[in-house]
């Protein structure tokens, strides 16, 4: 873009930059109200052709006589706030909310005011929408704990007495069981709109959970809020019939009263009430009981002998819990234990001679003396039965916490004979995650195991979320700050759930969802919800942090009728939901699973092809145009792989497989030796002929790798000085001491360093300065577009200028036609890479192209 001023180039800059932003943008004289810019993108969102000139209240509001209500000019020209300001506006003439930054500016002795406004319509619906409970139409939990927050400050403030309602729902399990659950929802639906219809402001009131409601009365005390809830227990009774519930509406209420100097949380309160209205729970399941009892009758005495199968006896016990049952001869030493038992631990068979010897073998040597001590005691009929906790290896070589309780029988003259009792696992009995408090992986794969085979529901819909970049939580805080906003994220997501899901922690930062008779609307809903739960930055004990999930969702029995294949699947829709940049949900699909499956065996191919001597592999070469003489420069080598089984595969493809498995190590071992003897070979006839070779960051991690480089160099005889190594800006700007060294071991020998695809990473001005390369390369989304896009144009024309002045070499990729060439030819560039000069060929077939035999001289 030839322009004479400086000054020029940086008003035109600047105005296309403005009108590219998608964002409205406009500055006004404070004197006289008149806008003095406007940018293209507020134009068409107001329908403004020429609004410069124009006062901004005429044409911006509407019937705008003056400054409107919202303007803070003039609290800011009388020093009332900050230089800038910020407030949200709903605009009648666009009919959109907007986020507005206002700030006063001084130029040439006038003040004037820009404004700069986001268009958050969307973002506010979703928000109003995200805070409502669908079944009821009440605040969720979210926006209920909220407004409690915020109610309790006013109560603080005013000094007014503040009482806090907890009610549960009696016998919702019971008509879910009779009737279903959409009998349940109707129950749910008439006792939220009668406790809507009885609640006024300031009170309120939103549902807590499945079953539970919290009712917020503000400058009541106990007795006046219990007034408040005996009349709508009333109400439910007296109005059921009218909505066709025929059965008993009620619920059991707990209160909990604050006072204006007492320092209790919401989360505090709440608890409070709970325990409160556990009281009222139990004596409600009291009363059931004893109406049961009494319509029962009385009961009538057995007078047959009691008789059962005593061969069979033990096996029923061991079947019925999942505690190891043992029974034991004092005499003989002989034990008997339940198969679980023997395969946990290894046991010779469920016959075991000699048991306590056997078993000394397992104990933890920390636990051992207890474990020989308590077993002497019964053995010497010192002591009749022992409750001891000890550990135990299992046969992963885990240590097991057991606890063993057992009873001694005597014979006829008193001596030890029978010994039994049962040992607990422990880590069985562990079901629940201590950090969340949500079910573990295993009471997950439990649910989904017995629910496919009890055969209850039509349907299953399993989500597995996993919160994307978890470790920049860890890293810029503390694990311990990770697993509070894990426990954090299980609350949120476990508030968002309909009362048919069930949320559970699994490995890491993964969570799974249950859905029982889930379709896709329903994933895509609690999905929907979590999505916009974690839309903005958050903040917890004063840090503030930001983070996203993303989703991977089956169906059973649609995708796969066993918990091993929906898991894998549900892996598998995730995974692919993080390669599409996360924060979304991915439906298991069979091209997911052809995706996975082709994956995972190019793998397998690619690692049998470097195993046979790089069998199928291949290096093109495509050439790099030195700029003043239109001669070849030199030729970037390329990796090609033809499979056996698939054909030609994309180095898109494979080069990311080499990548995650590290074979790219040994390929880039094996391209690094064929490209620099090939540039041997060519710079016979050629003496100044350059190769350039991509280097990736697992390959310079590599110990060996600087030996490799020497050794290859020295047996091919080719000057270091023709060698390029290319890696990516990415790497490049990392502030990694390993690849630093690396990067001037290679240059101490000899070799030039190129930074890769300049612009796409983490570009800055500054780095062009710091990083020691030798050659820029631009990268090729630059040159499109280039004749007409002013932007492209100028930035490569800026980098170049800069890159000189640095001493370094500019190489374009990505020339394809002759008008891009034209429009950069000019530019100082010194090498030019891309389609219109030549693709990557094969050896032989780059070879008859560029060096025919007039050039063969290296004379031009």
Same mark, same amino acid.
């Given at each position: 873009?030839?322009?004479?001023?400086?000054?020029?180039?940086?008003?035109?800059?600047?105005?296309?930059?403005?009108?590219?932003?998608?964002?409205?943008?406009?500055?006004?004289?404070?004197?006289?109200?008149?806008?003095?810019?406007?940018?293209?993108?507020?134009?068409?969102?107001?329908?403004?052709?020429?609004?410069?000139?124009?006062?901004?209240?005429?044409?911006?509001?509407?019937?705008?006589?003056?400054?409107?209500?919202?303007?803070?000019?003039?609290?800011?020209?009388?020093?009332?706030?900050?230089?800038?300001?910020?407030?949200?506006?709903?605009?009648?003439?666009?009919? &959109?909310?907007?986020?507005?930054? @206002? #700030?006063? /500016?001084?130029?040439?002795?006038?003040?004037?005011? =820009?404004? $700069? !406004?986001?268009?958050?319509?969307?973002?506010?619906?979703?928000?109003?929408?995200?805070?409502?409970?669908?079944?009821?139409?009440?605040?969720?939990?979210?926006?209920?704990?909220?407004?409690?927050?915020?109610?309790?400050?006013?109560?603080?403030?005013?000094?007014?007495?503040?009482?806090?309602?907890?009610?549960?729902?009696?016998?919702?399990?019971?008509?879910?069981?009779?009737?279903?659950?959409?009998?349940?929802?109707?129950?749910?639906?008439?006792?939220?709109?009668?406790?809507?219809?009885?609640?006024?402001?300031?009170?309120?009131?939103?549902?807590?959970?499945?079953?539970?409601?919290?009712?917020?009365?503000?400058?009541?005390?106990?007795?006046?809020?219990? &007034?408040?809830?005996?009349?709508? @227990? #009333?109400? /439910?009774?007296?109005?059921?019939?009218?909505?066709? =519930?025929? $059965? !008993?509406?009620?619920?059991?209420?707990?209160?909990?009263?604050?006072?204006?100097?007492?320092?209790?949380?919401?989360?505090?309160?709440?608890?409070?009430?709970?325990?409160?209205?556990?009281?009222?729970?139990?004596?409600?399941?009291?009363?059931?009981?004893?109406?049961?009892?009494?319509?029962?009758?009385?009961?009538?005495?057995?007078?047959?002998?009691?008789?059962?199968?005593?061969?069979?006896?033990?096996?029923?016990?061991?079947?019925?819990?999942?505690?190891?049952?043992?029974?034991?001869?004092?005499?003989?030493?002989?034990?008997?234990?339940?198969?679980?038992?023997?395969?946990?631990?290894?046991?010779?068979?469920?016959?075991?001679?000699?048991?306590?010897?056997?078993?000394?073998?397992?104990?933890?040597?920390?636990?051992?003396?207890?474990?020989?001590?308590?077993?002497?005691?019964?053995?010497?009929?010192?002591?009749?039965?022992?409750?001891?906790?000890?550990?135990?290896?299992?046969?992963?070589?885990?240590?097991?916490?057991?606890?063993?309780?057992?009873?001694?029988?005597?014979?006829?003259?008193?001596?030890?004979?029978?010994?039994?009792?049962?040992?607990?696992?422990?880590?069985?009995?562990?079901?629940?995650?201590?950090?969340?408090?949500?079910?573990?992986?295993?009471?997950?794969?439990?649910?989904?195991?017995?629910?496919?085979?009890?055969?209850?529901?039509?349907?299953?819909?399993?989500?597995?979320?996993?919160?994307?970049?978890?470790?920049?939580?860890?890293?810029?805080?503390?694990?311990?700050?990770?697993?509070?906003?894990?426990?954090?994220?299980?609350?949120?997501?476990?508030?968002?759930?309909?009362?048919?899901?069930?949320?559970?922690?699994?490995?890491?930062?993964?969570?799974?969802?249950?859905?029982?008779?889930?379709?896709?609307?329903?994933?895509?809903?609690?999905?929907?919800?979590?999505?916009?739960?974690?839309?903005?930055?958050?903040?917890?004990?004063?840090?503030?942090?930001?983070?996203?999930?993303?989703?991977?969702?089956?169906?059973?029995?649609?995708?796969?009728?066993?918990?091993?294949?929906?898991?894998?699947?549900?892996?598998?829709?995730?995974?692919?939901?993080?390669?599409?940049?996360?924060?979304?949900?991915?439906?298991?699909?069979?091209?997911?699973?052809?995706?996975?499956?082709?994956?995972?065996?190019?793998?397998?191919?690619?690692?049998?092809?470097?195993?046979?001597?790089?069998?199928?592999?291949?290096?093109?070469?495509?050439?790099?145009?030195?700029?003043?003489?239109?001669?070849?420069?030199?030729?970037?080598?390329?990796?090609?792989?033809?499979?056996?089984?698939?054909?030609?595969?994309?180095?898109?493809?494979?080069?990311?497989?080499?990548?995650?498995?590290?074979?790219?190590?040994?390929?880039?071992?094996?391209?690094?030796?064929?490209?620099?003897?090939?540039?041997?070979?060519?710079?016979?006839?050629?003496?100044?002929?350059?190769?350039?070779?991509?280097?990736?960051?697992?390959?310079?991690?590599?110990?060996?790798?600087?030996?490799?480089?020497?050794?290859?160099?020295?047996?091919?005889?080719?000057?270091?000085?023709?060698?390029?190594?290319?890696?990516?800006?990415?790497?490049?700007?990392?502030?990694?001491?390993?690849?630093?060294?690396?990067?001037?071991?290679?240059?101490?020998?000899?070799?030039?360093?190129?930074?890769?695809?300049?612009?796409?990473?983490?570009?800055?001005?500054?780095?062009?300065?710091?990083?020691?390369?030798?050659?820029?390369?631009?990268?090729?989304?630059?040159?499109?577009?280039?004749?007409?896009?002013?932007?492209?144009?100028?930035?490569?024309?800026?980098?170049?200028?800069?890159?000189?002045?640095?001493?370094?070499?500019?190489?374009?990729?990505?020339?394809?036609?002759?008008?891009?060439?034209?429009?950069?030819?000019?530019?100082?560039?010194?090498?030019?890479?891309?389609?219109?000069?030549?693709?990557?060929?094969?050896?032989?077939?780059?070879?008859?192209?560029?060096?025919?035999?007039?050039?063969?001289?290296?004379?031009?």
């Amino acid at each position: 873009m030839p322009l004479d001023r400086k000054g020029s180039f940086d008003e035109v800059f600047l105005n296309d930059i403005l009108d590219q932003i998608n964002v409205n943008i406009y500055i006004t004289d404070i004197e006289t109200d008149q806008i003095v810019y406007m940018n293209e993108t507020m134009k068409k969102d107001f329908k403004l052709k020429h609004p410069e000139g124009e006062k901004c209240w005429k044409i911006l509001v509407r019937d705008g006589k003056q400054r409107c209500s919202l303007c803070n000019i003039d609290g800011l020209l009388a020093g009332r706030s900050e230089n800038s300001c910020t407030w949200d506006e709903t605009n009648l003439i666009t009919g &959109k909310i907007y986020k507005n930054y @206002g #700030r006063i /500016l001084e130029q040439n002795g006038k003040q004037y005011f =820009i404004q $700069y !406004e986001t268009d958050i319509t969307e973002f506010s619906r979703l928000s109003e929408t995200a805070r409502i409970d669908e079944l009821t139409k009440m605040l969720n939990r979210r926006a209920g704990r909220e407004r409690m927050t915020a109610a309790l400050d006013q109560a603080r403030s005013e000094k007014i007495i503040f009482t806090a309602a907890l009610c549960d729902v009696n016998g919702l399990k019971r008509v879910n069981d009779m009737y279903g659950h959409s009998e349940g929802d109707h129950l749910l639906r008439y006792l939220s709109s009668v406790i809507r219809r009885n609640v006024e402001e300031p009170d309120f009131a939103f549902r807590l959970s499945g079953d539970e409601f919290v009712i917020i009365f503000m400058g009541k005390d106990k007795e006046e809020a219990d &007034k408040n809830i005996q009349w709508i @227990g #009333r109400q /439910l009774k007296e109005g059921r019939e009218d909505m066709s =519930i025929f $059965y !008993e509406v009620s619920f059991s209420c707990g209160l909990a009263e604050v006072y204006p100097e007492d320092h209790y949380t919401v989360p505090e309160i709440i608890s409070k009430a709970d325990e409160r209205m556990y009281i009222q729970k139990r004596e409600y399941h009291i009363r059931c009981a004893r109406e049961r009892l009494a319509n029962a009758g009385a009961p009538q005495k057995y007078e047959e002998p009691f008789d059962y199968d005593r061969e069979h006896l033990y096996e029923a016990l061991t079947d019925s819990t999942d505690d190891y049952i043992f029974v034991g001869n004092m005499k003989t030493g002989v034990f008997r234990y339940p198969p679980a038992m023997v395969a946990e631990f290894g046991l010779p068979g469920e016959i075991v001679e000699n048991a306590a010897a056997f078993w000394g073998k397992l104990i933890h040597p920390h636990d051992e003396q207890g474990f020989l001590e308590s077993n002497q005691e019964i053995a010497d009929g010192h002591a009749d039965s022992h409750d001891i906790e000890y550990r135990a290896k299992n046969v992963k070589g885990e240590w097991i916490w057991l606890r063993c309780r057992g009873r001694m029988m005597r014979d006829e003259k008193g001596v030890p004979w029978l010994f039994a009792g049962m040992i607990t696992n422990q880590g069985k009995n562990n079901k629940v995650d201590h950090m969340t408090g949500l079910y573990n992986k295993y009471e997950f794969e439990g649910l989904i195991k017995q629910q496919i085979a009890d055969g209850e529901q039509e349907t299953l819909g399993i989500i597995i979320l996993n919160i994307d970049s978890f470790k920049d939580i860890n890293d810029l805080y503390n694990r311990s700050f990770g697993d509070e906003i894990l426990r954090l994220t299980a609350n949120k997501i476990e508030a968002l759930l309909p009362p048919n899901a069930r949320l559970f922690r699994l490995d890491g930062d993964e969570f799974g969802i249950v859905v029982l008779g889930g379709v896709m609307e329903d994933l895509s809903s609690i999905f929907g919800r979590v999505q916009r739960s974690f839309h903005n930055q958050q903040k917890h004990n004063g840090r503030k942090y930001y983070c996203t999930l993303s989703a991977g969702c089956v169906f059973y029995p649609e995708n796969a009728d066993n918990y091993l294949d929906l898991l894998k699947y549900a892996n598998y829709s995730l995974e692919y939901s993080k390669l599409m940049g996360k924060n979304r949900m991915t439906v298991f699909s069979t091209d997911i699973l052809r995706r996975k499956e082709r994956k995972l065996e190019l793998n397998e191919l690619l690692r049998e092809s470097i195993e046979r001597g790089f069998i199928g592999f291949s290096i093109y070469y495509q050439p790099q145009i030195d700029a003043a003489t239109g001669e070849v420069y030199g030729a970037e080598a390329l990796a090609r792989w033809h499979c056996g089984k698939y054909g030609d595969v994309s180095p898109g493809e494979f080069i990311p497989l080499l990548e995650q498995s590290g074979m790219i190590v040994q390929l880039g071992k094996w391209i690094f030796a064929q490209s620099v003897f090939q540039c041997s070979k060519w710079c016979e006839k050629k003496s100044d002929f350059h190769i350039s070779i991509n280097v990736s960051y697992r390959q310079l991690l590599d110990t060996d790798v600087l030996d490799f480089i020497r050794t290859t160099i020295d047996e091919s005889g080719l000057d270091p000085s023709h060698i390029t190594m290319e890696l990516t800006e990415t790497y490049l700007v990392q502030e990694d001491v390993a690849i630093r060294r690396m990067v001037s071991a290679m240059q101490e020998m000899g070799i030039q360093i190129a930074m890769d695809d300049f612009g796409t990473g983490y570009s800055s001005l500054f780095s062009l300065k710091k990083i020691p390369v030798d050659i820029v390369k631009i990268d090729q989304g630059f040159v499109r577009n280039i004749a007409t896009d002013v932007f492209n144009a100028t930035f490569i024309s800026y980098i170049t200028e800069l890159c000189h002045e640095v001493g370094k070499i500019v190489c374009l990729e990505g020339v394809e036609t002759i008008e891009e060439y034209n429009a950069v030819r000019d530019s100082g560039i010194e090498l030019f890479q891309g389609y219109y000069f030549g693709r990557p060929v094969a050896a032989d077939i780059f070879e008859k192209s560029f060096f025919r035999d007039e050039k063969m001289s290296g004379e031009s």
